[in-house]
């Protein structure tokens, strides 16, 4: 509306011009309508700037939560490992004291027990 309030006042024929009032109107509306304009940039300058800086975040969250889970699986596999080395370290020294004791007689263990 105020383009065309500009518009129609700039094809005016010569006889007709704007008072000092409209002069004043019309230039008061166009500042504001481009304050109007800088306040909307900026609002979405701003918008823009928080959606990146929560996209980072996310990433930044999700990026610690596969680390994470990364180092649990990892600390997961070595205590099953560990786990394992040591079941097998008990079986070796059964194993170890069964070959020791094959020829003896054991009966009074046994018995002892």
């Not at 823009?48 to 889970?69: C, E, K, P």
């Not at 786990?83 to 002892?112: H, I, M, P, Q």
Request: charged letters at 35%; hydrophobic letters at 40%.
């Amino acid at each position: 509306m105020l383009e065309v309030a500009r518009e129609w006042s700039a094809r005016r024929p010569g006889g007709l011009r704007l008072n000092e009032l409209e002069r004043e109107f019309l230039d008061a509306s166009r500042e504001r309508h481009e304050n109007e304009k800088l306040r909307t940039r900026r609002r979405i300058r701003h918008r823009n700037q928080v959606v990146a800086v929560l996209v980072v975040l996310v990433l930044a969250a999700a990026g610690i939560a596969a680390y994470a889970r990364q180092v649990q699986i990892t600390a997961d596999h070595d205590r099953a490992n560990a786990n394992r080395d040591n079941t097998e370290s008990v079986s070796r020294f059964v194993a170890d004291e069964a070959d020791r004791l094959r020829g003896k007689d054991v009966s009074l263990l046994c018995s002892w027990r």
